[in-house]
Each structure stands twice: as structure tokens, then as C-alpha cells.
């Protein structure tokens, strides 16, 4: 089995997705990391499709937008992809948005300890 490389980090951001052919849906997006994510959602994507995928990180700012997302898998309702194309600026707030994830149990627990 293949060893991922890059860490995983369990979201609960909503998601939009749309293809060439005019296939599109909504889902849920439940792991992100910087080099794919997995997606659950009640339309069946086969694998192989590019997708553009648009990423609803927060209510307060634009959705991320991953213009080549290819999916290589889809099993019980959620789907895997690989982001295979994405702009500077998009890979730049990814980045941004994935360093966060890596620091947030650290910044939970220091927010918990009781100050001396």
C-alpha cells in the first residue's frame, strides 16, 4: 500500500463541484490536505473526471477554487481527488489554509491552559 506523503486533516467544509460535461453537485468535504481531499456526496463521480472544485472555507471569504481536481476514487458516497492544477493565488491560500489545520491543535491547547 502507498504511503501518503502529505498529512490529512479532517474539515467539515461545503463544497460545490462541476464538470466539462455538465455534471455538478454539493457535497461535503470531510479531509483536506495540500495535494487532494476527499468529498462526500450523494452524486456518484466516476473516476477519471476533472472536476473544478470550489471549497466554502468560511462564510466571510470567497471559496477556493481548485480548477483541476481529477478523481480517482468513489466508493459509499464520497469521492477522492488530486489537485492537479491550481493557480498561484489558489495554492497560496491552500497552503495558507493547511498550515493552519497543522497548528490548530496546538493553538486549541494552548488556549485551554490556564495562565499562571
Known amino acids: 500500500m502507498e504511503q501518503r ?3 490529512r ?3 467539515g467544509f461545503r463544497s460545490s463541484f462541476s464538470s466539462t460535461n455538465s455534471m455538478s453537485g454539493d ?3 470531510n479531509e483536506l490536505s495540500i495535494r487532494g481531499c476527499r468529498v462526500r456526496s450523494l452524486v456518484e463521480v466516476n473516476p477519471g473526471t476533472v472536476l473544478q472544485l470550489r471549497v466554502h472555507v468560511s ?3 470567497s471559496p477556493l477554487v481548485i480548477s483541476h481536481a481529477l478523481v480517482r476514487w468513489y466508493r459509499a458516497g464520497s469521492f477522492g481527488c488530486e489537485f ?3 493557480g498561484a493565488e489558489e495554492w497560496a491560500r ?3 489554509i493547511t498550515t493552519e489545520l497543522e497548528k490548530a491543535p496546538y493553538q486549541k491547547a494552548q488556549e485551554e491552559t490556564p495562565a499562571a
Request: without cysteine; hydrophobic residues 45%.
Open 5 to 7: 506523503k502529505e498529512n
Open 9 to 11: 486533516f479532517p474539515v
Open 27 to 29: 457535497g461535503m468535504l
Open 59 to 61: 462564510d466571510h471569504e
Open 84 to 86: 492537479v492544477n491550481l
Open 94 to 96: 491552500l497552503r495558507a
